[in-house]
C-alpha cells in the first residue's frame, strides 16, 4: 500500500500560482502511476492531469493545458502540481492518486487505487 498526503492548496487571486505537493509514503513511490483530480461544489470528480512511473509521459486535461504541470520527484516520493495562470473556474478540492503500474498514465477515477485526502484551492476573481 502507498498513503497519499497532498499540501500547498490554499486561496489565490486569479491570474496567480499554487504548487501543489503530494506526498507518498507506504512503498517505493517510483513503480506509481501518479494523477490528479479535483471536485468542484456540487460537481463530480475530474481528471486533471497525470504522469507514469517515470515522469516519461504525461497528461493533461485540456482545460489545464498550458497553466497546469504535473512533475514527480522518485527521489522524494513527492508528486507535484504546478498550477499557473489560475482562474476562478479551478476553485475545488484537488487530490492525489496512486497505481501501481507500468503503463501509460491512467485518466480514469476508477483505475486509481490509492487516494490522499485532498487539499482546497480557491481562487478569488
Known amino acids: 500500500q502507498v498513503q497519499l498526503v497532498e499540501s500547498g492548496g490554499g486561496l489565490v487571486q486569479a491570474g496567480g500560482s499554487l504548487r501543489l505537493s503530494c506526498a507518498a509514503s507506504g512503498r517505493t513511490f517510483s513503480i506509481y502511476n501518479m494523477g490528479w483530480f479535483r471536485q468542484a461544489p456540487g460537481k463530480e470528480r475530474e481528471f486533471v492531469a497525470a504522469?507514469?512511473?517515470?515522469?516519461?509521459?504525461?497528461y493533461s486535461t485540456d482545460s489545464v493545458k498550458g497553466r497546469f504541470t504535473i512533475s514527480r520527484d522518485n527521489a522524494k516520493n513527492t508528486g507535484y502540481l504546478q498550477m499557473n495562470s489560475l482562474k476562478p473556474e479551478d476553485t475545488a478540492v484537488y487530490y492525489c492518486?496512486?497505481?501501481?503500474?507500468?503503463?501509460?498514465?491512467?485518466?480514469?477515477?476508477?483505475?486509481?487505487?490509492?487516494w490522499g485526502q485532498g487539499t482546497q484551492v480557491t481562487v478569488s476573481s
Open positions: 504522469t507514469s512511473y517515470s515522469g516519461a509521459s504525461t
Open positions: 492518486a496512486a497505481v501501481r503500474s507500468y503503463g501509460r498514465p491512467e485518466v480514469k477515477e476508477y483505475e486509481y487505487a490509492y
